[in-house]
Protein backbone atom coordinates (compact mmCIF):
# COMPACT_ATOMS: atom_id res chain seq x y z
CA UNK A 1 0.00 0.00 0.00
CA UNK A 2 2.67 2.50 0.78
CA UNK A 3 4.40 1.38 -2.37
CA UNK A 4 1.45 2.58 -4.18
CA UNK A 5 0.71 5.73 -2.74
CA UNK A 6 4.66 6.88 -3.57
CA UNK A 7 4.11 5.44 -6.93
CA UNK A 8 0.89 7.71 -7.29
CA UNK A 9 2.60 10.96 -5.72
CA UNK A 10 5.42 10.34 -8.15
CA UNK A 11 3.23 10.52 -10.99
CA UNK A 12 0.58 13.59 -9.55
CA UNK A 13 4.35 15.38 -9.29
CA UNK A 14 5.23 14.43 -12.45
CA UNK A 15 1.82 15.53 -14.00
CA UNK A 16 2.38 18.83 -12.54
CA UNK A 17 5.76 19.06 -13.74
CA UNK A 18 4.45 18.43 -17.31
CA UNK A 19 1.64 21.02 -17.02
CA UNK A 20 3.98 23.56 -15.70
CA UNK A 21 6.80 23.21 -18.12
CA UNK A 22 4.60 23.61 -21.24
CA UNK A 23 4.66 27.42 -20.47
CA UNK A 24 7.43 29.60 -21.46
CA UNK A 25 9.12 31.65 -19.11
CA UNK A 26 7.87 35.30 -18.54
CA UNK A 27 7.54 37.57 -21.96
CA UNK A 28 10.01 40.80 -20.81
CA UNK A 29 10.32 44.00 -23.13
CA UNK A 30 11.13 47.38 -22.64
CA UNK A 31 8.61 49.88 -23.43
CA UNK A 32 10.63 52.45 -25.09
CA UNK A 33 14.15 51.99 -26.99
CA UNK A 34 17.17 52.69 -24.28
CA UNK A 35 20.09 53.70 -26.56
CA UNK A 36 22.35 55.45 -23.93
CA UNK A 37 22.28 55.23 -19.79
CA UNK A 38 23.14 58.55 -18.19
CA UNK A 39 22.74 59.74 -14.62
CA UNK A 40 18.76 58.57 -14.20
CA UNK A 41 17.47 57.27 -17.25
CA UNK A 42 13.99 56.55 -17.23
CA UNK A 43 12.83 53.56 -18.11
CA UNK A 44 9.35 51.08 -18.16
CA UNK A 45 9.82 47.19 -18.34
CA UNK A 46 6.72 44.81 -19.55
CA UNK A 47 6.79 41.67 -18.40
CA UNK A 48 3.69 38.94 -18.98
CA UNK A 49 4.03 35.91 -17.58
CA UNK A 50 1.55 32.75 -17.09
CA UNK A 51 1.87 31.98 -13.50
CA UNK A 52 2.68 35.90 -12.51
CA UNK A 53 6.57 37.26 -11.30
CA UNK A 54 8.41 36.66 -8.67
CA UNK A 55 11.08 39.14 -9.33
CA UNK A 56 12.09 41.20 -11.69
CA UNK A 57 15.70 43.24 -12.23
CA UNK A 58 17.88 44.96 -14.58
CA UNK A 59 21.53 45.07 -15.07
CA UNK A 60 24.36 46.44 -16.87
CA UNK A 61 27.43 44.20 -18.18
CA UNK A 62 30.40 46.40 -18.78
CA UNK A 63 34.11 45.87 -18.73
CA UNK A 64 33.54 41.93 -17.36
CA UNK A 65 31.86 43.48 -13.97
CA UNK A 66 27.57 43.36 -13.76
CA UNK A 67 25.35 45.82 -11.93
CA UNK A 68 22.19 45.67 -9.99
CA UNK A 69 20.21 48.94 -11.18
CA UNK A 70 16.96 47.80 -10.09
CA UNK A 71 15.21 44.91 -8.51
CA UNK A 72 11.18 44.08 -7.49
CA UNK A 73 10.98 41.55 -5.52
CA UNK A 74 7.38 41.20 -4.63
CA UNK A 75 6.07 38.38 -5.67
CA UNK A 76 2.47 38.98 -8.20
CA UNK A 77 -0.16 36.82 -9.37
CA UNK A 78 -0.50 39.21 -11.96
CA UNK A 79 -0.08 38.19 -15.38
CA UNK A 80 0.60 41.23 -17.10
CA UNK A 81 2.26 43.90 -14.95
CA UNK A 82 4.54 46.73 -16.22
CA UNK A 83 7.01 48.88 -13.96
CA UNK A 84 8.63 52.75 -14.08
CA UNK A 85 12.04 53.03 -12.40
CA UNK A 86 14.98 55.47 -13.24
CA UNK A 87 18.47 53.95 -13.48
CA UNK A 88 22.08 54.98 -14.21
CA UNK A 89 25.27 56.48 -13.04
CA UNK A 90 23.45 57.98 -10.12
CA UNK A 91 22.56 55.29 -8.17
CA UNK A 92 25.33 53.22 -9.70
CA UNK A 93 28.21 54.86 -9.94
CA UNK A 94 30.35 51.66 -10.62
CA UNK A 95 29.28 52.62 -14.42
CA UNK A 96 31.67 54.52 -16.92
CA UNK A 97 31.55 56.08 -19.93
CA UNK A 98 31.36 53.32 -23.02
CA UNK A 99 29.96 50.20 -24.46
CA UNK A 100 27.82 48.23 -22.40
CA UNK A 101 25.00 45.35 -22.22
CA UNK A 102 21.62 46.33 -20.68
CA UNK A 103 20.04 43.31 -19.10
CA UNK A 104 16.55 43.19 -18.16
CA UNK A 105 15.69 39.45 -16.16
CA UNK A 106 11.76 38.12 -14.49
CA UNK A 107 11.47 35.15 -12.75
CA UNK A 108 8.14 33.06 -12.91
CA UNK A 109 6.28 33.17 -9.75
CA UNK A 110 5.98 29.02 -9.59
CA UNK A 111 8.51 26.22 -8.38
CA UNK A 112 10.28 26.42 -11.41
CA UNK A 113 11.10 29.98 -11.16
CA UNK A 114 12.18 30.24 -14.84
CA UNK A 115 13.94 33.52 -16.15
CA UNK A 116 12.68 35.21 -19.07
CA UNK A 117 15.56 37.51 -20.13
CA UNK A 118 15.74 41.24 -22.55
CA UNK A 119 18.86 42.30 -23.44
CA UNK A 120 20.27 45.40 -25.51
CA UNK A 121 23.32 46.54 -26.64
CA UNK A 122 24.03 50.31 -25.11
CA UNK A 123 26.45 53.36 -23.88
CA UNK A 124 26.91 54.36 -20.93
CA UNK A 125 27.20 58.40 -20.83
CA UNK A 126 27.73 59.80 -17.45
CA UNK A 127 28.66 63.22 -18.67
CA UNK A 128 26.48 65.48 -21.64
CA UNK A 129 28.53 66.52 -24.81
CA UNK A 130 30.13 69.44 -25.03
CA UNK A 131 29.14 72.28 -28.48
CA UNK A 132 30.81 74.80 -29.78
CA UNK A 133 28.90 76.88 -32.64
CA UNK A 134 30.29 79.03 -35.51
CA UNK A 135 30.27 82.57 -34.44
CA UNK A 136 28.64 84.13 -37.73
CA UNK A 137 26.42 86.58 -36.93
CA UNK A 138 23.05 85.64 -38.70
CA UNK A 139 20.08 87.33 -40.18
CA UNK A 140 16.83 85.90 -40.26
CA UNK A 141 13.25 87.07 -41.83
CA UNK A 142 10.34 84.68 -41.81
CA UNK A 143 10.28 82.27 -44.61
CA UNK A 144 14.02 82.24 -45.04
CA UNK A 145 16.23 79.37 -44.43
CA UNK A 146 20.16 79.30 -43.06
CA UNK A 147 23.00 77.32 -42.69
CA UNK A 148 24.76 76.70 -39.00
CA UNK A 149 28.00 75.23 -38.42
CA UNK A 150 29.17 73.56 -35.08
CA UNK A 151 31.35 71.17 -33.42
CA UNK A 152 29.99 68.26 -30.89
CA UNK A 153 32.43 66.31 -28.88
CA UNK A 154 31.63 63.58 -26.35
CA UNK A 155 29.23 61.09 -26.34
CA UNK A 156 25.92 62.16 -28.50
CA UNK A 157 23.17 60.59 -30.77
CA UNK A 158 21.51 63.91 -31.94
CA UNK A 159 22.61 66.75 -32.81
CA UNK A 160 21.29 69.94 -35.12
CA UNK A 161 19.33 73.34 -34.76
CA UNK A 162 16.11 73.81 -33.09
CA UNK A 163 13.75 76.62 -34.50
CA UNK A 164 11.13 76.89 -31.94
CA UNK A 165 9.12 73.43 -31.81
CA UNK A 166 11.11 72.08 -35.13
CA UNK A 167 14.05 70.24 -34.55
CA UNK A 168 16.49 70.03 -37.93
CA UNK A 169 18.80 67.21 -38.60
CA UNK A 170 23.04 68.07 -38.38
CA UNK A 171 24.80 66.14 -40.78
CA UNK A 172 29.00 65.01 -41.04
CA UNK A 173 30.52 67.86 -42.97
CA UNK A 174 30.94 66.59 -46.65
CA UNK A 175 35.00 65.02 -47.96
CA UNK A 176 35.77 63.98 -44.07
CA UNK A 177 36.19 67.86 -43.03
CA UNK A 178 35.77 68.42 -38.86
CA UNK A 179 32.52 69.63 -37.87
CA UNK A 180 29.12 69.45 -38.92
CA UNK A 181 26.16 71.49 -40.54
CA UNK A 182 22.40 71.87 -40.36
CA UNK A 183 20.00 73.73 -43.01
CA UNK A 184 17.12 75.00 -41.34
CA UNK A 185 14.26 76.94 -42.00
CA UNK A 186 12.67 80.01 -40.28
CA UNK A 187 8.61 79.33 -41.03
CA UNK A 188 6.34 81.90 -41.63
CA UNK A 189 4.56 81.47 -38.78
CA UNK A 190 7.12 81.28 -36.38
CA UNK A 191 6.55 83.62 -33.19
CA UNK A 192 8.31 86.46 -32.94
CA UNK A 193 11.33 86.67 -31.03
CA UNK A 194 12.64 82.81 -31.34
CA UNK A 195 15.73 82.02 -31.61
CA UNK A 196 17.42 79.19 -33.23
CA UNK A 197 19.26 77.28 -31.03
CA UNK A 198 21.93 74.58 -31.33
CA UNK A 199 21.67 71.08 -29.99
CA UNK A 200 23.48 68.20 -29.28
CA UNK A 201 21.90 65.33 -27.06
CA UNK A 202 23.33 62.06 -25.77
CA UNK A 203 19.75 59.76 -25.32
CA UNK A 204 19.71 60.43 -21.57
Same mark, same amino acid.
Given at each position: ??????????????????????????????????? $????????????????????? $???????????????????????????????? $???????????????????? %???????????????????????????????????????????????????????????????????????????????? %????????????? %???
Amino acid at each position: MRKVIIIVAAAVIVSMLVVVLRFPPPAVHLMSPVV $ALGQATPMTVHVRGRHGVRRV $AAFVEQKGGRYQLWEESQPSALTDTMWSFSAG $AKTTPQLVDGKAKLIVEASS %NDVLRRTGRWQSEITVVTRPPSLSADSDQHYLYLGMADLATFTVSGTWTQAGVRVGDQEFRGWHMPSGQPGMFSLYAFAW %NMPPGTVPVVFAS %NGT
